[in-house]
């Protein structure tokens, strides 16, 4: 069975369209004197401007490793941020605190820490599921590089991004 | 200077430099800034800025950071320019190679030849202001254009692929659809006129005020008023028609780029593509400079003295020269900045909306405004 559309009857002069031409040339006319005003919110004229100050508490920028306000490094290379990163950003390799140190207590730290930095997704799914908190997603997003080398984040860099956090549990408290 | 004009090599001398004068001083820069003027005034309309700003990469060879003009984004043609040069010109392998590189200089090149019977200006140093002052002035503009088909229905054939293939299709119904229009409502106009000689046309209305606007002489007769009926039709078909012949929204169903990827220009990068598009954009400034001829008066300013060839090489002479030459670009960039006002505000025609309007509207009211002129004249001689 065909089903006819009812349309609407048009006038002559909407059928002719033109009325509807020019006050749709009324529109944007309106719109390019408003531009020309400064009466529009134009958005943000990035680099010059920009947000930073504003980024919420929950913002997340790129991730990177802390230390506790003792100056150890809370990482303690379980791969448990390894194993969780879903496009597996993250590359450890675990070691071992030799005796002799002040914190052999805790007896395991990386060795070698990297976070492909064209990898990683922001996600902070790293962040939650660390059980040290020692991996935190900071404010910062525009990371560039020059070649695929440098986008690659080795410790050093992630310890230099991360900065000091205090502990929050005192887990590894020398008393005990 | 009336004898100067018998010796051959300073006419050719004289030619040679309107010539550079025009096409490269002037339309290819106008070009460029057009294609710029488009991108700002449409990022306008759409409240966003366009192009603010551009850096020459000078850290590139050592400097610390790019060089920031003030100009803002006006270094964007050069940096586009650049760009052209720089890509690599690639032409598949499934091209027809022949067609494939002849297209776009097909586009191009009649675009440009149109402009040489347009008078930019008024007598200047004794010359007139126009490369060739040929008595069949507006004959030869539609005669070139014409031609200008053949580059993009050539590109849509040659590129061997669907999107092209359609575009150029599209491309080829459309333009000679309207053709007939773009001829038949220039035909009252010349009815007036008398003449076909695009110089003599500017004479006419520097004598009885603009085509369009017939009070800019200062007076009006009855002849005018009556006149001003079939002008105003004469003005809007021809108008609509050079929208489709240059393939600009809402006519623009070869290129369309939601549809088509890029329509007809899809296989092209680089130079081939550069000059399809500056092609584009000339004959819209050719479309603008055969309407301001026409209806607007071409380079007359109301109510400002004229030069005849003694007094243009006078000082004075010269200065009102320059005004005039600034005048006729300044009517031609009031017109492409309408044909870009348009763009952003209408949605594309359907093809056959578009062949009903061509075959079924303009057409008939082109012939039927060249009938109401005719009676028009006989009444009121």
Known sequence: ?176 | MALLNDIPWFLIAASVAKTLFLIFLVVLPLVSYTVYAERRVSALIQDRLGPNRTGFPISLFGFKKDLQLVLGGLGQPIADAVKFLLKEDFTPGHVNKVYFWMAPVLAMVPALSTLAVIPFGNYMFGQKMVVADVNVGILYVFAIASIGVYGIVLAGWSSNSKYPFLGGIRASSQMISYELSLGLSAVPVLMILGNLNLADAIDYQVKNGWLLLPFTDGKLTLRELLLWVPVLISFIVFSISMFAETNRLPFDLPESETELVAGYHTEYSSMKFALFFLGEYAAMIAGSSVITVLFLGGWHVPFLPVNTLESSMTAPGAVLGLIHITAFFAKVALLLGIFIWIRWTLPRFRFDQLMKLGWLYLFEIALVNIFITAGILALVR
């Open chain 1, 1 to 176: 069975m065909a089903y006819t559309v009812r349309r609407p009857n048009l006038t002559f002069w909407e059928k002719l369209y033109l009325p509807n031409i020019i006050a749709g040339l009324a529109i944007t006319l309106k719109h390019l004197r408003k531009m020309l005003a400064g009466e529009t919110h134009v958005v943000m004229q990035y680099p010059e401007e920009k947000w930073d100050a504003h980024l919420p508490e929950y913002y997340r920028g790129a991730p990177t490793l802390v230390m506790d306000q003792h100056g150890r490094e809370k990482c303690v290379s379980c791969q448990l941020c390894e194993f969780i990163c879903p496009p597996r950003a993250i590359k450890i390799k675990p070691g071992h605190i030799p005796a002799e140190n002040e914190f052999a207590k805790v007896e395991k730290a990386p060795e070698a820490f990297d976070i492909d930095m064209t990898r990683c997704i922001y996600c902070g799914l790293c962040e939650e599921v660390c059980p040290e908190q020692a991996i935190f997603l900071r404010k910062e997003y525009a990371i560039t590089g020059e070649s695929r080398a440098e986008m690659v984040h080795d410790k050093a860099k992630l310890y230099e991004l991360g900065g000091t956090m205090p502990n929050l549990v005192h887990k590894w408290n020398p008393d005990k």
